[in-house]
């Protein structure tokens, strides 16, 4: 089965999602000619022509389609060739009204836009296997089909009554009989106990809450259903094609779907990424994603949509400079991916997304954005000893699509305490120092990370904590954040002093959680812990805890309020357990993450002795990533000589960058 290197092997991939139905023939040619010359090598073709390919049912028109194959083949572009999925035609919609979506409120949503199938329609999943069948027959054999590539996006939760009928069969399978639902759920609240399977439904929308056993196992089912699908389109295709690799794209931190669960059957890992501009985060943000994804694939990924400018779907898009869109490609690529794609490569002059940026803006080849496709085209072909190098990370920062799903209910003691935040606060400081970090699994083996970070894991089932345990005996090191540990698999909260599971070997339980008070509470290194730690402020968060003997140590307490002189952070004495029992200002939390980062001996892979503030690194294999995201220029030092590897110049111990400037650094050979 084919793989990501199989298509990398020229170095790293370029171009962008191509929707050659919305154009003439004659404008394909000019098409492939300005491709040619930004350096394209990767178009996704397909995405959206079902309409197109299949005008009615059974009656296909697939010559066009060969056609651009034809051109795209002859000018020396490969293609991730698509199936058309995401959109079905509105004859199928009319054909059969529940292969659409219903929503929450129970009402059936119409045609008209994209997305609209539900994933328990029979009728649908034969539809999409039949057009799968005829694209994949079809053109098997082109000679420019490198990747095949499944739906797009695939995550649209239904609600409808026949999705109410595969959940129950999920159920059954994954519960037996209704009693083990009930025990499982713990429904003698609110006079929820169920005694048939038919009694149970998607969580509809109610008077009042619903049940978090219910929400739980629903998004669970969903993201089985959705997987269902790429798994029998995957499956045809299989049939046809058992050679070259499959693709589904993935929308980073997506909530509908649990992607580790899926990444197992996904040949090439891809993933959609739109950091927007005017947030001063989303750079980090963003790297964590893409760690994230180099996590699922176990190495190298693709970027397979990100945008060369702005977006249309926010409510206001500002733009990105030229020296944006070559940070953000870069980066992804410093992360892990071997080849950027744009959605897409002409600008729709119609439809939703008519004023979303493309590589061809309407105003043509003579344009600002353009210009910096070809140039961006010309780096990533001069990078291509990056392709299939890998990232190295001692650190881990463990994340789990259930458990957030479990945090993230109504009725929490805080809505202000959210997963991804606590994610993005904790890597933040690593990102700073250009520190490997990779994102994984809490059932995943730890051994190679010198330290774990959990920054919000509130959902643990026991193999989990067997795990998490096993890797401490062994040595390791693990900060656990705020309300954390809290509940099993089942999202029923364990009960005891928290967190439970690991109370004896802090030594050191917690009695109840404290959402603090406008104001929050001072926060101090404690008298006969290290002091370097300095005070600071929790605003949100903090919980009541208990040192119970001399096997823990108490790093900060609390300072005024209602927890005046409690523990806020506690370790084991030997230094392995961590639980930091508030959220920290990012001075606080950043000194702290550093101050584990030196106990465990853990330094950045680059040679930058020391990264000044608004200074992004970020290093895979050999080769250093350096961004500039001051608005003036900087030094940045560097600890050996290197070569630029885009310039083609020697740096020996500093390199300077312009505002908003990005290069890519290798260790000079002595
Ligand atoms: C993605 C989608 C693309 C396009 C893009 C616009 O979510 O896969 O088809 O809509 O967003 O940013
Ligand atoms: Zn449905």
């Known amino acids: 089965m084919g793989s990501l290197a199989d298509l990398t092997r020229g170095g790293l991939l370029y171009g962008g999602d191509y929707n050659p139905e919305q154009w003439s023939r004659e404008i394909w040619r000019q098409d492939v000619a300005a491709m040619r010359e930004a350096g394209v090598t990767l178009v996704t073709v397909g995405v959206f022509s079902w309409a197109l390919l299949e005008p009615e049912r059974d009656r296909f028109e697939l010559a066009w389609m060969d056609e651009v194959l034809d051109l795209l083949h002859a000018g020396g572009i490969a293609v991730d060739l698509a199936t058309p999925t995401a959109s079905p035609p509105p004859w199928l919609a009319l054909e059969d009204p529940e292969t659409l979506p219903t929503d929450a409120s129970g009402h059936r949503l119409h045609h008209g836009s994209r997305t609209h199938y539900c994933p328990s329609s029979s009728t649908y999943r034969e539809r999409a296997q039949i057009i799968t069948q005829v694209i994949a027959e079809r053109w098997v054999s082109h000679p420019a089909v490198v990747l095949w590539h499944v739906n797009n996006e695939l995550g649209t939760t ?165 020296a944006r869109m070559r940070q953000d490609a870069l980066r992804a690529v410093a992360h892990g991916a071997d080849g950027v794609l744009s959605f897409q490569w002409r600008a729709s002059p119609t439809g939703p997304e008519r004023f979303h940026s493309a590589m061809l803006p309407h105003a043509g080849t003579d344009t600002r954005v353009h210009r910096a496709v070809q140039e961006l085209g010309r780096d990533l072909r001069a990078l291509s000893a990056m392709a299939g190098t890998d990232v190295h990370a001692e650190v881990a920062i463990l994340f789990d699509w259930s458990s957030w799903w479990a945090a993230e209910e109504p009725a929490v003691p805080s809505d202000r305490l959210r997963v991804l935040p606590q994610l993005r606060a904790w890597y933040r400081p690593l990102w700073e120092a250009g520190i490997g970090v990779d994102v994984v699994d809490p059932h995943a083996d730890l051994a190679r990370y010198r330290l774990v970070l959990a920054p919000q894991l509130y959902l643990l089932d026991d193999e989990a904590v067997t795990n998490l345990r096993g890797y ?170 290197h070569l630029d590897v885009l310039e083609d110049v020697e740096h020996v111990d500093h390199v300077h960058l312009s505002p908003g400037g990005s290069i890519v650094l290798r260790k000079a050979l002595p």
């Open 158 to 322: 239904c609600w409808c009554p026949r999705c109410g009928r595969a959940f129950r069969g999920w159920l059954e399978r994954r519960y037996g009989t209704v009693e083990a639902v009930n025990e499982a759920w713990g429904t003698t609240v609110w006079s929820q106990r169920y005694t048939s399977w038919e009694q149970i439904s998607p969580p509809l929308r109610a008077p009042y809450l619903l049940h978090p056993g219910l929400t739980l196992d629903y998004r669970r089912f969903t993201s089985d259903a959705l997987r269902e699908l790429y798994r029998s389109e995957r499956a045809v295709i299989r049939a046809v094609d058992p050679a070259r690799p499959v693709t589904t794209n993935f929308m980073g931190f997506f909530a509908g779907v649990d992607y580790r669960s899926w990444a197992g059957e996904i040949d090439v890992i891809s993933d959609d990424s739109y950091p927007d501009p005017a947030d001063p985060d989303a750079p980090s943000q963003a790297a964590l994603t893409h760690d994230l994804m180099r996590s699922l694939a176990g190495g190298p990924w693709l970027l397979m949509e990100q945008a060369t400018s702005a977006v249309s779907w926010r409510g206001h898009n500002v733009p990105k400079t030229t």
């Open 472 to 641: 401490l005996a062994r040595g390791g090191c693990l900060a656990l954040g705020p309300f954390s540990a809290v509940a099993d698999g089942n999202a029923r909260v364990r009960t005891g002093g928290f967190p439970v599971p690991f109370a004896d070997l802090l030594d050191a339980s917690g009695e109840e959680w404290w959402p603090l008070p406008e104001g929050g509470a001072g926060l101090v290194p404690d008298a006969v812990g290290p002091t370097s730690l300095g005070t600071g402020h929790a605003e949100t968060w903090a919980e009541r805890l208990r040192l119970h003997g001399p096997g823990a140590v108490c790093e900060l307490r609390f300072e005024g309020g209602d927890l005046d002189g409690e523990p806020a952070l506690v370790r084991s004495r030997d230094g392995g357990l961590h639980y930091l029992a508030t959220m920290p200002d990012a001075a606080l939390l950043k000194r702290w993450l550093l101050g584990l980062l030196a106990r465990r001996g853990i330094g950045p892979a680059h040679r930058v002795p020391a990264v000044p503030d608004g200074v992004e690194v970020a290093q895979r294999g050999p080769f250093t990533l350096v961004i500039n995201h001051r608005p003036t220029e900087v030094d940045v030092p560097l600890s050996t000589p």
